[in-house]
């Protein structure tokens, strides 16, 4: 079992900047790790993923704006959050993979006000 910690959220104003960060507790190795999102009423949505060896992607609608980096000696993910939209508001969550998982962080909460 992993556990996930997330930390980062909270309230902005469009344009603004976030930048969350997820710590898994243990030290073995994590192939992927990333970040979802789920707005009231709707699925949850993958954002942004990382591989061990940096090959990441992202969802079409923040292409440009966010950017997902890792320290893989930490086990620890971070996603920066540029040029925040009021549409970017949702609960986000942390994913982990280390081939027994998935994992999921309980989820911080990114608030974008117009």
């Known amino acids: 079992q992993v556990q996930l910690v997330e930390s980062g959220g909270g309230l902005v104003q469009a344009g603004e900047s976030l930048r969350l960060s997820c710590a898994a507790d243990v030290s073995r190795f994590i192939n992927f790790m990333g970040w979802y999102r789920q707005a009231p009423g709707k699925q949850r949505k993958l954002v942004a993923g990382?591989?061990?060896?940096?090959?990441?992607n992202y969802a079409d609608s923040v292409k440009g704006r966010f950017t997902i980096s890792r320290d893989n000696g930490k086990n620890t993910v971070y996603l920066q959050m540029n040029s925040l939209k009021p549409e970017d508001t949702a609960v986000y969550y942390c994913?982990?993979?280390?081939?027994?998982?998935?994992?999921w962080g309980r989820g911080t909460q990114v608030t974008v006000s117009s």
């Open positions: 994913n982990a993979d280390d081939g027994r998982g998935p994992y």
């Open positions: 990382i591989t061990r060896r940096d090959n990441a």
